[in-house]
């Protein structure tokens, strides 16, 4: 059977002063203004979609730039740059038909632009991050990898409006990873002309619904209505300012102050104070993620599977998510989060049961046998990204270890500065997150795998892992491919990959002057479904 998807369809600005204060700006805004103004948690590093890797930059790419699909309001998944697609009968072969538009500069956007969109985030000189996020198309491995040539890559252009990419195997995710910005097209005539430079404001072109205005690194990225954008007429807001600042009690002063309209985090000890106060613009959600601490497994002592499980076993989750956290967090004991589909029940840590007590006589046991104890107490430093909540998870965590004896110095540094950092190895204990791209295990068992390079910060390395996530890649049947994946996660635990410490909730500040937020598992926002009320 051919499985086929219908499309679906769907101000003046007047001046703005912003003065940097802790990254964030003093605002300042007329009436007239038709601006939305959100507090962003992190200066991005790139505004190129290829080079991206964070949440605080998906949030701006995201309103710049269209892939063949995206999301709605709610999150879920509707057509984008392609108005319709079909699937062959074995699920392996996807055409897409590109819907007519245009670059923000009027350049049309062809199903070319897509062929050189993904040959280019996979080609091995580009070095992308998250290049393996696309490993289910038929050969990106090999080009990636450098073992083919970037014509082997299984995606091309039928004309100008019509797309195929053949997969390696059936992907049930497939057409919910495709919202992701290592899918979404970059203009090939402007990177081309422009190289690495194409993404300057004079130079960028972009296809979603707002383009490049201005560009103030550690103070703002202002957006602006892309006219060109094929639903232009549908978009209401005219102007986008995302604040970098990292400072959640600075943003919450903001937010207060209505200098800011949307607010992406707050500091946990300001939970009681904001549901007495501000309950109705206080968000909270179920969220997609874990949260948890990634060690270094090429360096010493955490090569070490007994030092790994024994520093995972010290940590009281629940103490983290009732008196740290406070905003219904909950305690984490695998990496793939309980609910993500496709999936059954996850593979918990085989020590889930055990009292605190216990956990805390088997951790020193292990310790000993590892070498470590009194005489010669384990040592390393603990990093973590700007963050009053990221800061005080540390501090508990730390204080947790002393009872084995460990001295753990505590390290932050600002966010891309961090997980620039993890992607090179340069750290020994850190903090780490993830939120899923799409709603599978696969998103998150991923990150483990030997292939899949500088997204897995600890470099964890094991073959019957790496055995099992192929294995299940093969796997058409949903049961079987589940199974195969829950056996991988229990070789990860039982290996204590990483230390997974609680299941994110989203947490953001919204104003009554903003209208059609919708709480979605994803905690994906796009502006061109938001409005703003008198």
Same mark, same amino acid.
């Given at each position: ?79 984008? +740059? ?59 491995? +090999? ?17 100008? @409006? ?88 600075? +943003? ?70 009732? @008196? ?27 020590? @889930? ?182």
């Amino acid at each position: 059977m051919k499985l086929t998807y219908a499309g679906i369809a769907r101000s003046s600005i007047a001046a703005l002063a912003v003065v940097a204060a802790l990254g964030l700006g003093s605002v300042t805004a007329t009436a007239a203004e038709n601006a939305l103004r959100i507090a962003n948690m992190g200066e991005p590093d790139t505004l190129d979609p290829h080079n991206a890797s964070g949440t605080w930059e998906n949030r701006i790419l995201g309103d710049m730039f269209l892939g063949l699909t995206t999301e709605a309001a709610d999150g879920s998944v509707i057509p984008g +740059a392609a108005e319709t697609w079909t699937v062959s009968e074995d699920g392996t072969v996807y055409t897409f038909a590109i819907r007519d538009h245009t670059w923000s500069d009027g350049t049309p956007v062809t199903a070319d632009d897509f062929v050189f969109s993904l040959r280019r985030i996979l080609d091995p000189q580009t070095a992308a991050k998250y290049a393996s996020l696309l490993y289910p198309i038929k050969n990106a491995e +090999a080009v990636n990898t450098g073992k083919a040539p970037l014509e082997n890559l299984s995606v091309r252009a039928v004309d100008d @409006k019509t797309l195929e990419i053949t997969l390696e195997s059936p992907t049930p995710y497939f057409l919910a990873q495709l919202t992701h910005y290592t899918a979404w097209p970059v203009p090939k005539h402007a990177v081309e002309k422009h190289g690495t430079d194409w993404v300057k404001k004079e130079n960028i072109a972009s296809n979603g619904a707002y383009m490049l205005d201005e560009y103030l690194p550690n103070t703002h990225v202002k957006l602006v209505k892309n006219p060109k954008f094929y639903d232009a007429a549908n978009v209401a807001i005219d102007t986008l300012y995302f604040y970098p600042g990292e400072d959640r009690a600075q +943003a919450l002063k903001r937010f207060r102050a209505g200098e800011v309209d949307v607010s992406t985090d707050f500091a946990s000890d300001q939970i009681k104070w904001l549901l007495e106060n501000m309950p109705d613009q206080t968000r909270i959600a179920p969220y997609l993620g874990i949260y948890y601490y990634v060690m270094n497994t090429e360096k010493e002592p955490f090569t070490d599977p007994r030092v790994r499980q024994a520093l995972s076993m010290a940590i009281d989750r629940e103490t983290i998510v009732d @008196k740290v956290m406070k905003t219904g967090e909950v305690a984490a004991f695998s990496f793939v989060p309980p609910g993500t589909g496709n999936y059954g029940e996850p593979s918990y840590v085989n020590w @889930k049961g055990m009292g605190a007590d216990e956990r805390v006589a088997k951790a020193r046991d292990l310790l000993a046998e590892a070498g470590y104890g009194p005489d010669n107490p384990l040592k390393f430093t603990l990093r973590y990204n700007t963050s009053e909540n990221h800061k005080r998870i540390a501090i508990a965590v730390s204080s947790m270890w002393k009872k084995l004896g460990v001295q753990a110095e505590l390290f932050n540094s600002e966010v891309k500065v961090h997980y620039n950092d993890l992607q090179e190895g340069d750290f020994q204990i850190a903090r780490a997150g993830w939120i899923a791209d799409y709603d599978d295990p696969q998103n998150f068992l991923y990150l483990l795998e030997t292939k899949t390079g500088p997204m897995n910060y600890g470099n964890f390395s094991n073959a019957d892992f790496d055995g099992l996530m192929e294995e299940a890649a093969r796997t058409t049947d949903l049961d079987k491919r589940a199974d195969l994946l829950a056996q991988a996660e229990r070789v990860a635990m039982d290996a204590q990959a990483n230390i997974p410490i609680y299941y994110y909730v989203s947490k953001n500040l919204v104003s009554d002057r903003v209208d059609g937020w919708a709480d979605n598992a994803k905690d994906i926002h796009r502006s061109r479904w938001l409005s703003l009320k008198d």
